[in-house]
């Protein structure tokens, strides 16, 4: 919600509208009645408050201070969490393109299928994408779910690095068109590039390994 509240922020102070739709998709809320009681745990917590009728809300201090606390975590995280299509025939691109990529560039690789769990998968999903420094989106099969990952990441202002296999790329829906998306041909293709995306952006990660051997 404080997140949310921030997002597209220009100035300190700015205020929001906590009655507006966006709020209702970012905190997965059924109804305005459960945005209203989440926007009354954080001014019980001091963090935000409304300032007049219809929902108009400012973001306090303490606030600001929770906000950076928040974006910290994720800057301080060496995890890449990869959004792809879970195909038997993607295997060798996830091990030898996505996987290698990530890794090559200092980062931690995360598929929600390989990872250990008890809670609901779609739970899981967001508290991964949550405790990411960034995503990768493959969009080789066009599968719905990682347009949904791809696009709740950028709500949290993750960065997101675009991929999709050359012969896919034409059927792109055409919001991801815009984008800059590594069209790749193999795994090896894949994970050169894709690394080479990641350093650009981010910087090499603290698990990069060096020509000396050492990380």
């Known amino acids: 919600m404080l997140l949310e509240a921030a997002r597209g922020q ?3 102070g700015e205020r929001f509208n906590s009655s507006d739709p966006r709020f209702l998709a970012a905190t997965y809320s059924r109804d305005l009645h459960e945005v209203s009681f989440l926007m009354k745990l954080l001014s019980d ?12 809300a400012e973001i306090l201090p303490q606030g600001y201070i929770e906000l950076d606390n928040l974006r ?35 980062y931690d690789p995360v598929r929600i299928d390989q990872m250990e769990h008890i809670n609901r998968i779609d739970d899981e999903i967001v508290a991964q994408i949550n405790a990411s420094r960034f995503i990768v989106a493959d969009f080789t099969g066009h599968r719905g779910g990682v347009y949904f990952e791809a696009g709740y990441a950028m709500g949290l202002g993750l960065p997101v690095f675009w991929t999709c296999r050359k012969d896919h790329i034409e059927d792109l829906h055409f919001d991801i068109r815009q984008f800059n998306c ?8 894949l994970a050169h590039r894709l690394g ?5 952006l981010l910087g090499a990660g603290p698990t990069k390994v060096t020509l000396g051997g050492a990380a």
């Open 10 to 12: 220009s100035t300190l």
């Open 196 to 200: 080479k995306r990641i350093e650009a």
């Open 45 to 56: 917590q001091g963090l935000a408050q409304h300032v007049a009728m219809g929902g108009e």
């Open 182 to 189: 590594i069209d790749w041909d193999g795994p090896e293709d």
């Open 72 to 106: 910290q975590d994720t800057r301080d995280s060496t995890q890449g969490f990869i959004a792809m299509w879970f195909d038997d025939a993607l295997d060798n691109a996830y091990s030898d393109g996505f996987q290698k990529g990530v890794l090559d560039a200092g």
